[in-house]
């Protein structure tokens, strides 16, 4: 059973940045990364995901041009650095792996990831 552990949410003003972590317990092969959020009262959200190379990336249209996703294979880790954050920007972030099937594609689905963080928070405050 893999596990990841998220760092790096908390309180940030409008248009200020965080840097979210993600750390594996193990090396998940030929699959995607990636973020999801879920604000109180709304589904979990795709976020930004990343295939095994990082060659290809993707961001849902909410946060296009603001947050950038990256992953470095060799420690196990994805990040997400989020810039110009919004008040709507505010929910628990969630890290997930081992997604899809194929190296080439990123995952976007809840569905399509077989592990998940805990969560970390991150408020917006205007």
């Known amino acids: 059973q893999v596990q990841l552990v998220e760092s790096g949410g908390g309180l940030v003003q409008a248009g200020g940045s965080l840097r979210l972590s993600c750390a594996a317990s193990?090396?998940?092969?030929?699959?995607?990364m990636g973020w999801f959020r879920q604000a109180p009262g709304k589904e979990r959200e795709f976020v930004a995901g990343?295939?095994?190379?990082?060659?290809?990336?993707y961001d849902g249209d909410s946060v296009k041009g603001r947050f950038t996703i990256s992953r470095d294979n060799a420690k196990n880790t994805v990040s997400l650095q989020m810039t110009s954050l919004k008040p709507e920007d505010t929910a628990v972030y969630f890290c997930a792996a081992g997604g899809g099937v194929s190296p080439l594609r990123v995952a976007v689905r809840t569905d399509e990831y077989n592990y998940w963080g805990q969560g970390t928070q991150v408020t917006v405050s205007s």
């Open positions: 990343i295939t095994w190379s990082g060659a290809t990336t």
């Open positions: 193990a090396r998940i092969f030929s699959t995607s």
